[in-house]
T-cell receptor
Framework: GAVVSQHPSRVICKSGTSVKIECRSLDFQATTMFWYRQFPKQSLMLMATSNEGSKATYEQGVEKDKFLINHASLTLSTLTVTSAHPEDSSFYIC????????????FGSGTRLTVV | AQSVTQPDIHITVSEGASLELRCNYSYGATPYLFWYVQSPGQGLQLLLKYFSGDTLVQGIKGFEAEFKRSQSSFNLRKPSVHWSDAAEYFCAVGPNSGNTPLVFGKGTRLSVIA
């Protein structure tokens, strides 16, 4: 079945630094990647949608200069949290989709970001 | 507007008892329906999905769900719950192709007691 590998699973960084999260589709071409944020005991909140080779589309209220998304290849998308602050601490999850939808929506295992 | 409603925030069942988690959706086109399970600190695992065909769908871990178009529902069931089923369950709806993201319900937390 389809697999999306997300790294790192956990990261602790100092306030003001940047953190990069990677999502790789291992056995299919991820034409679209979705990035979600999840607060404790809440549902997933869509942050942005990225199509390979195009600029990401951000949801209302999501700062595109803080959450930089790159989807330069059909197998890799990255989310960079720039100048991180404690309020950016959260669980981030990616989801990949192929063009035909054959593999449905495949989720990564998530990244727990803690900013200290 | 597209939406998913999971009416139950938290459900507690005894181990061995049956389970039904409710999900109602509102979607403009033919829906592609999903149930995911999430353990604490983990990503989402697909339990089952439905797009067309038999309205009773079998999934992993002994789960099944029934699509009822007339009720706009896609309830998840399991005849006998195990302690390891304790987790958060999310119902979601989306298109069968393209780049539209899934719409998630708020989730139902399942607790299992001895």
């Amino acid at each position: 079945g389809a697999v999306v590998s997300q790294h790192p699973s956990r990261v602790i960084c100092k306030s003001g630094t940047s953190v990069k999260i990677e999502c790789r589709s291992l056995d299919f071409q991820a034409t679209t990647m979705f990035w979600y944020r999840q607060f404790p005991k809440q549902s997933l909140m869509l942050m942005a949608t990225s199509n390979e080779g195009s600029k990401a589309t951000y949801e209302q209220g999501v700062e595109k200069d803080k959450f930089l998304i790159n989807h330069a290849s059909l197998t890799l998308s990255t989310l960079t949290v720039t100048s991180a602050h404690p309020e950016d601490s959260s669980f981030y999850i990616c989801s990949a989709r192929d063009q035909q939808g054959y593999y449905g929506y495949t989720f990564g295992s998530g990244t727990r970001l803690t900013v200290v | 507007a597209q939406s998913v409603t999971q009416p139950d925030i938290h459900i507690t069942v005894s181990e061995g008892a049956s389970l039904e988690l409710r999900c109602n959706y509102s979607y403009g086109a033919t829906p592609y329906l999903f149930w995911y399970v999430q353990s604490p600190g983990q990503g989402l695992q697909l339990l089952l999905k439905y797009f067309s065909g038999d309205t009773l769908v079998q999934g992993i871990k002994g789960f099944e769900a029934e699509f009822k178009r007339s009720q706009s529902s896609f309830n998840l069931r399991k005849p006998s719950v195990h302690w390891s089923d304790a987790a958060e369950y999310f119902c979601a709806v989306g298109p069968n192709s393209g780049n539209t993201p899934l719409v998630f319900g708020k989730g139902t937390r399942l607790s299992v007691i001895a």
